[in-house]
Nanobody, 119 residues
Framework: QVQLVESGGGLVQAGGSLRLSCAASGRSFSTYDMGWFRQAPGKEREFVAASTWSGSIPYYADSVKGRFTISREIGKNMVYLQMNSLKPEDSAVYYC????????????WGQGTQVTVSS
């Protein structure tokens, strides 16, 4: 059974940093694309960042480029999201997600971790 568990969320002041972690289990994720999404209250879930299975091609939403970095430890089935220069508008529940390369949509999701950025 595939399981994704996020951690690392919390309350931080604007301009601060947080690192989210996602522990994947249930199979080898070496051939899976891994991503981060977020959902703020009253808004739709939106893409934040993703890493291809090899970890060599990260890509980001324009709103977080230059501030967030996605990384992964393939051998440990871990994915991270380093978030710097946080803004109040980054406040949301952050979700880790996974999909096989052949899929267009992410079909495995974690339970989410809350990030709150105070002004």
């Amino acid at each position: 059974q595939v399981q994704l568990v996020e951690s690392g969320g919390g309350l931080v002041q604007a301009g601060g940093s947080l690192r989210l972690s996602c522990a994947a289990s249930g199979r080898s994720f070496s051939t899976y694309d891994m991503g981060w999404f977020r959902q703020a209250p009253g808004k739709e879930r939106e893409f934040v960042a993703a890493s291809t299975w090899s970890g060599s091609i990260p890509y980001y939403a324009d709103s977080v480029k230059g501030r967030f970095t996605i990384s992964r430890e393939i051998g440990k089935n871990m994915v991270y999201l380093q978030m710097n220069s946080l803004k109040p508008e980054d406040s949301a529940v952050y979700y880790c997600a996974a999909k096989v390369r052949s899929r267009n949509d992410y079909n495995y999701w974690g339970q989410g971790t809350q990030v709150t950025v105070s002004s």
